[in-house]
């Protein structure tokens, strides 16, 4: 079977371009292992405007909101944001 990809919205894919090379590093290891597993639940869920569940997971500094799209197997990044102090 094929493995997921990764589609990003634009707002998530310029916020990953804007990130310092080793925030993209750790963005991209929290990437692989949602594409490992990308029917996990995440911290917590919100519903978006289509009424579709999105997957709000919190890993070390970034919240990536995302949602798998089984029907053509990839993970919708939704949004990304580093948390701040």
Do not use: C, H, Y
């Given at each position: 079977?094929e493995?997921f990809?990764?589609v990003?919205?634009?707002?998530a894919a310029?916020?990953?371009?804007?990130?310092?090379?080793a925030?993209q590093?750790?963005?991209?290891a929290?990437l692989?292992?949602?594409k490992?597993?990308?029917?996990?639940?995440g911290?917590?869920?919100?519903?978006?405007?289509?009424g579709?569940?999105?997957?709000?997971?919190?890993?070390?500094?970034?919240?990536v909101?995302?949602?798998?799209?089984?029907?053509?197997?990839?993970?919708?990044?939704?949004r990304?944001?580093?948390?701040?102090?």
């Open positions: 079977m493995p990809g990764l990003f919205s634009e707002a310029a916020r990953l371009v804007a990130a310092s090379r925030e590093r750790k963005v991209a929290i692989d292992g949602i490992a597993a990308p029917g996990r639940p911290d917590l869920q919100e519903w978006d405007a289509q579709r569940k999105n997957e709000v997971l919190v890993v070390d500094d970034w919240i909101t995302f949602w798998p799209d089984d029907a053509v197997r990839e993970v919708r990044i939704v990304l944001e580093r948390v701040e102090d």
